[in-house]
């Protein structure tokens, strides 16, 4: 681990707990993030990760429902504990996870039993009976991130406003239906989770809000890469062993759903040039997967099961 850079240092002296600590006591590490920049502080035997918001993220997110989300799923014990939270940008300090793994794409593939603990991680929180600020609607966000890029001057890629048109037969399944929302994460990335083997937690809320359960095990799913054994073990440990149709189906549905909505939000970075990955590519990626699940004829099949029973 390295000094701290100006930056670094500069938001470690917005922290009360850590603002009168000698520059020379720090260590800092850099960790992984798509819009934000994380570090694992060391001060002495105290571990930490402070995070430091990505530039115009406040324009998409907001900070203050995202301060309370993560304090009540630290409660819960499936976050890291919050030990600062700047509403006004969204800088946060967390007790560090010791003997935690942040997970991958491929280590969910290659810890037995991840995609089950990550299962019964969500759904710790998804049965914890508290209310997180903010109603997480699809169709809304989507948009909503069509009037950021609108003003971004940002192009789409072509025939999205047709697939969105496309998405109204799930709509109007998902409307027949209506789910009991709870507290979801609602961005599952691979690397939100952290595993010790037994058991694991979940960071980064950023888009967390009250929302159908069930679209959190479906963007998992798609996170993760999970193939159709992933999904079994994901969604078996999840309904312990009591599956329906209709919660299959919904899982399949919002596998589209989240890549239809990413897309634009893979756009946006790209508008405001997040240096980060190739955003470009990376919202092409989304958009060409969403087509081919919902082109798929599974897909109808997967629509009309949610149609017919609750989930």
């Given at each position: 681990m390295?000094?701290?850079?100006?930056?670094t240092l500069?938001a470690?002296?917005?922290?009360?707990?850590?603002?009168?600590?000698?520059?020379?006591?720090?260590?800092?590490?850099r960790?992984?993030?798509?819009?934000?920049?994380n570090?694992?502080?060391?001060?002495?035997s105290d571990?930490?990760v402070?995070?430091?918001?990505?530039?115009?993220?406040?324009?998409?997110?907001?900070?203050?429902?995202?301060?309370?989300?993560a304090?009540?799923?630290?409660?819960?014990?499936?976050?890291?504990?919050?030990?600062?939270?700047?509403?006004?940008?969204g800088l946060?300090?967390?007790?560090?996870?010791?003997?935690?793994?942040?997970?991958?794409?491929?280590?969910?593939?290659?810890?037995?039993?991840?995609?089950?603990?990550?299962?019964?991680?969500?759904?710790?929180?998804h049965?914890s009976?508290?209310?997180?600020e903010?109603?997480?609607?699809l169709?809304?966000?989507?948009d909503?991130y069509?009037?950021?890029?609108?003003?971004?001057g940002?192009?789409?890629?072509?025939?999205?406003?047709?697939v969105?048109?496309e998405?109204e037969?799930?709509?109007?399944?998902?409307?027949?239906?209506?789910a009991?929302?709870?507290?979801?994460?609602?961005?599952?990335?691979?690397?939100?989770?952290?595993?010790d083997?037994?058991?694991?937690?979940?960071?980064?809320?950023?888009y967390s809000?009250?929302?159908?359960?069930?679209?959190?095990?479906?963007?998992?799913?798609?996170?993760?890469?999970?193939?159709e054994?992933?999904?079994?073990?994901?969604?078996?440990?999840?309904?312990?062993?009591?599956?329906?149709a209709a919660?299959?189906?919904?899982?399949?549905?919002?596998?589209?759903?989240?890549?239809?909505?990413w897309?634009?939000?893979?756009?946006?970075?790209f508008?405001?040039?997040?240096p980060?990955?190739?955003?470009?590519?990376?919202?092409?990626?989304?958009?060409?997967?969403c087509?081919?699940?919902?082109?798929?004829?599974?897909?109808?099949?997967h629509?009309?099961?949610?149609?017919?029973?609750?989930?």
């Amino acid at each position: 681990m390295a000094k701290p850079e100006p930056e670094t240092l500069e938001a470690l002296r917005r922290i009360p707990l850590l603002a009168r600590v000698p520059a020379e006591k720090f260590s800092a590490e850099r960790l992984g993030g798509l819009t934000n920049r994380n570090y694992k502080i060391e001060v002495a035997s105290d571990r930490y990760v402070l995070r430091i918001p990505g530039d115009k993220t406040s324009d998409y997110i907001n900070r203050k429902v995202e301060g309370h989300n993560a304090r009540v799923a630290a409660e819960v014990g499936i976050n890291a504990p919050v030990l600062f939270f700047d509403e006004r940008d969204g800088l946060m300090l967390c007790r560090y996870l010791d003997g935690t793994v942040s997970m991958t794409p491929e280590l969910f593939h290659q810890r037995p039993g991840a995609p089950a603990r990550a299962a019964l991680a969500l759904r710790q929180i998804h049965r914890s009976g508290q209310k997180f600020e903010f109603r997480f609607e699809l169709f809304n966000m989507i948009d909503e991130y069509l009037r950021v890029l609108a003003k971004l001057g940002t192009p789409l890629p072509e025939g999205y406003h047709d697939v969105v048109r496309e998405a109204e037969a799930v709509r109007r399944a998902l409307d027949r239906h209506p789910a009991a929302v709870t507290p979801c994460h609602c961005d599952p990335l691979s690397e939100n989770f952290l595993d010790d083997g037994k058991r694991m937690w979940v960071v980064d809320w950023e888009y967390s809000g009250m929302n159908d359960p069930l679209w959190d095990l479906g963007d998992m799913s798609v996170e993760a890469g999970f193939a159709e054994e992933q999904d079994r073990e994901m969604m078996e440990a999840y309904c312990e062993g009591r599956l329906s149709a209709a919660q299959q189906g919904r899982m399949v549905i919002y596998k589209a759903m989240c890549d239809l909505l990413w897309t634009l939000w893979g756009l946006i970075q790209f508008a405001n040039k997040n240096p980060a990955d190739d955003f470009w590519a990376y919202a092409m990626r989304r958009f060409e997967r969403c087509k081919t699940l919902m082109g798929d004829t599974a897909f109808a099949r997967h629509i009309s099961a949610v149609e017919a029973a609750p989930a």
